[in-house]
């Protein structure tokens, strides 16, 4: 199958799923390549070198990393002190890689081997028990390779779907729930004008829940708007 030139930038991208781009994460960043909307030297982790693969590819001249995305340095990881968890599961959800083992109220892992170094289970966390350590004094591509790259494209793109097959048990649930009560609602006996008003209250206010939920589920959610974070 010809890949397209996202599809082409995106394997010369380090993965990490940071956002320091500016972008969600990696894929999203190298279709705004493509079309021309962002510039190819707005991705630290994958560094100067990174910066003259996507120049060799798109044609565009080699530029120094724009600093409002961050700075080139040495690939960090993540490390949990243990002493200090409290087993929020906040760093959890933050992680784009699946690179945090735990549960909630139980103490948190960073597994180092899955670590890309995004820095984005850091903010959240309400202990500021999570620190950034240097693995390797080596910067951009000479600090990861590419099956290191591929591996964390794969849990990243896994963990999107997951999460969006959850969001739509979810909803769906919700939805049989509520069908289920405007049901209940509906089949209510009514003696009265009160009783029969009360009736049709709460059925317009699950109908329109209803319409709401569904509205949702039809709309695609907008992309976050993020902060850019120095690298």
Request: one cysteine or more.
């Amino acid at each position: 199958m010809t890949k397209t030139l996202a599809d082409q930038i995106e394997d010369l991208l380090p993965q990490t799923q940071c956002t320091k781009c500016g972008y969600p994460a990696c894929r999203p960043y190298a279709e705004a390549i493509a079309r021309g909307e962002a510039e190819i030297n707005q991705c630290p982790p994958g560094g100067m070198e990174g910066v003259a693969r996507l120049s060799a590819l798109t044609g565009r001249p080699i530029i120094p990393i724009n600093p409002a995305n961050g700075v080139e340095r040495p690939r960090p990881v993540a490390f949990i002190d243990e002493a200090l968890c409290i087993g929020c599961t906040l760093c959890i959800q933050a992680c784009p890689v699946d690179a945090i083992m735990g549960a909630a109220k139980q103490m948190h892992t960073i597994l180092p081997s899955l670590c890309t170094g995004c820095d984005l289970c850091v903010a959240p966390c309400p202990v500021d028990c999570i620190s950034m350590l240097p693995v390797t004094e080596r910067t951009g591509w000479d600090a990861w390779s590419q099956e290191q790259a591929d591996a964390a494209r794969a849990r990243h793109d896994f963990r999107s779907e997951r999460l969006q097959r959850e969001k739509e048990e979810n909803d769906a649930r919700l939805a049989a729930k509520a069908l289920e009560k405007l049901r209940a609602v509906t089949a209510e006996q009514t003696n009265t004008d009160e009783e029969l008003a009360e009736k049709e209250r709460k059925r317009a206010i699950i109908a329109a829940a209803i319409e709401r939920a569904r509205q949702k589920a039809a709309t695609p959610p907008a992309p976050p708007s993020l902060d850019n974070k120095d690298q």
